[in-house]
């Protein structure tokens, strides 16, 4: 323990610990508050479930997102007729970094491998660097969606790549927010499919 933090309380320590939790800072405390010196102010964070859902290969589809920040929680949907469903789980993701303020440390949780396995694995990185070719020289599916998402995503400090289990029946700590991601993708897919007179759905705020 550091020796400033030892002339906190019990109760003031945990308390900052509890606020360097929230932010995902690991380590001990290294000083401030009582030397004078400003505590840094932990990070802004946000949490995201995104979900995307269309039907069969290619058709009408719908994407899902429920994020949370700044002590509020905000539901967005929207769908396309013809989409897929790779294209709506990259929407959702374009979406939800969107709508988040600037400047978070944001957690995205989403069942899709496509989306996930891109981004922690650095496929973008090597896509942009071949001129956006995949490994057989073909041009990579859903360009713009991952080039709209790399600029999203660098709206923020951070964002961090969660894969969670889509359609548990066993409760878990993203079951919530993935099952109502994915209720929210659904219901936009059927409206996409039951929409006659135009080419896409506009996006709905809940």
């Known amino acids: 323990m550091h020796a400033l933090e030892a002339q906190l309380t019990t109760e003031e320590r945990e308390n900052l610990r509890k606020l360097r939790r929230e ?3 690991s380590g ?3 000083g401030g508050g009582p030397t ?7 990070e802004p964070v946000a949490h ?4 995307g859902a269309s039907m069969g290969s290619r058709g009408p589809g719908g994407y899902g997102v429920v994020v949370t920040w700044g002590g509020r929680t905000e539901e967005v949907s929207g769908g396309e007729r013809d989409t897929t469903n790779q294209r709506m789980e990259v ?3 374009c979406v939800a970094l969107e709508t988040i303020d600037e400047g978070h440390v944001v957690t995205v949780y989403s069942d899709s491998s496509y989306l996930v396995n891109c981004m922690r694995r650095g496929w973008h990185e090597t896509w942009r660097d071949n001129g956006w070719l995949n490994n057989l020289g073909e041009p990579v599916a859903n360009r713009d969606l991952w080039e709209r998402l790399l600029r999203a995503a660098r709206r923020h400090r951070e964002v961090r790549w969660r894969k969670v289990k889509g359609h548990q029946k066993a409760g878990g700590p993203h079951k919530a927010g993935n099952d109502r991601a994915d ?15 135009n080419g896409s759905v506009l996006p709905r705020r809940a």
Do not use: H
Not at 187 to 195: I, M, T, Y
């Open 36 to 42: 004078g010196r400003p505590v840094p102010s932990p």
């Open 23 to 25: 932010a995902g800072v």
């Open 48 to 51: 995201a479930y995104t979900d």
């Open 28 to 30: 001990e405390w290294t």
């Open 183 to 197: 209720e929210l993708a659904v219901f936009a897919k059927k409206e996409a499919g039951d929409d006659r007179r």
């Open 91 to 93: 929407t959702a993701a």
